[in-house]
């Protein structure tokens, strides 16, 4: 089916390999909620397969896939009007990965940044799924025949694989079968960084908490948090020019543009001339406005674990019933002989 004419279908996942940060909030759960109001079929993973590549303790992680499902719905996602699953109850993920494991070339995943990064210098002992993480993504979002993909600019390396992933297949097996997807990477918080160290992404396995604001943060924390980000003597510039060679000034501006839904220059002419000890209290008192009631919702979810479970299983049916029958018409064009009567 040519590209033009697929309906639209998002799919986006996020890892629950920790709690969740302001990151993930602005870089991908408010997006995901503004595409399920834009009337878009929406599809979204707590992909708990991607968070094993690096150790979790198990309790640790069937908590944080039900914290990261509350923190979805606090957000906004209805599953209603959204499909919420968390990926291993879909085994058609996993299926169509092994066939993109033999579609991805090597070169292809050893360039791969985040995998450079996270397994650092000890390469040796990184997990295999580390490496092949991007195969299993690249499963994720075509086992769906997803279109829109959003997420923060971390992931674009990974969706360019996934685009190379489904020009290769359709090329090799001659036909017009997986879509080739569009990455929506838009916003002013594409990419939200540690609060200690500008040069770095706000992320939930960072070492330090101060380096980022959790979703479970109570407002003290916040308040925190953020009085001791990291920032410079400098008065806040008139213009965005102004900040080159300020990482840590320009991330406090731009997370208070996301918060407030305005540009970050309009935040530069509301805030010119101040010192970062004059605008921290109202960034503060932003942050709080808006990540308080998110939390407090979420603690709601989270007193019935049991009703996310529920949530999560009619979520994984749903998702299957879309998978199954793309991953067996996969499997037809492979050449696999699908005779199984049960
Ligand atoms: N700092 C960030 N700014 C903007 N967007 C972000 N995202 C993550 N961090 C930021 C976006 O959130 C979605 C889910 O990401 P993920 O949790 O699946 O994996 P990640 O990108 O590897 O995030 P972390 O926090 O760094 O996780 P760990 O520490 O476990 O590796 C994605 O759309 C991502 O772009």
Redesign the pocket.
């Known amino acids: 089916m040519a590209d033009a004419a697929r309906p639209k279908r998002v799919f ?4 629950p ?2 709690n ?2 302001l ?2 909030y ?3 759960l408010k997006r995901f909620v503004q595409m399920q109001e834009s009337g878009f079929e929406t599809i979204y993973c707590m ?1 708990d397969l ?2 094993i590549t ?1 150790w979790q303790e198990p309790e640790d992680l069937r908590n944080a896939t039900r914290q990261a499902a509350a923190a979805f719905m606090a957000s906004g996602i209805n599953p209603e009007r959204s499909i919420l699953f968390n990926q291993s109850q879909v085994p058609a993920h996993t299926e169509l990965a092994w066939i993109f494991n033999c579609v991805a070339r090597m070169g292809w995943l050893g360039r791969m940044t ?1 995998f450079k990064d ?1 397994a650092g210098k000890n390469r040796e002992n990184a997990s295999v799924g580390l490496f092949a993480y991007p195969a299993l993504m690249a499963a994720d979002i075509l086992v769906y025949h997803a279109t829109h993909v ?6 674009k390396q990974h969706l360019e694989l996934t685009r190379d992933v489904a020009i290769k297949f359709n090329h090799d097996f001659k036909v017009d079968f997986f879509p080739v997807i569009e990455p929506v990477i838009k916003g002013t ?5 540690s609060l200690r160290d500008g040069q770095q ?6 070492p330090s908490d101060m380096s980022r604001i959790n979703l479970t943060d109570n407002e003290d924390t916040i308040r925190k948090k953020l009085r001791r980000a990291r920032t410079d003597s400098e008065p806040i510039s008139d213009s965005l020019q102004g900040l080159e060679g300020r990482p840590e000034a320009r991330n406090l501006i731009n997370i208070y543009a996301a918060l407030a839904e305005i540009q970050p220059d309009e935040v530069i002419r509301q805030f010119a001339g101040c010192l970062f000890s004059e605008f921290k209290p109202a960034l503060i008192d932003l942050a709080v406005a808006t990540i308080a009631p998110v939390t407090e919702k979420m603690n709601g979810f989270m007193r019935d674990p049991a009703e996310i479970d529920r949530i999560l299983g009619v979520g994984a049916d749903n998702a299957a019933s879309i998978a199954e029958p793309i991953l067996h018409e996969t499997y037809e064009i492979v050449g696999m002989i699908r005779s199984r009567t049960m």
């Open positions: 986006s996942g996020i890892q390999s920790g969740l940060t990151g993930n602005l870089g991908a992909v991607h968070a690096t985040q996270k959003p997420v923060g600019e971390d992931q918080a594409t990419r939200v960084m992404k706000m992320s939930k396995s960072d």
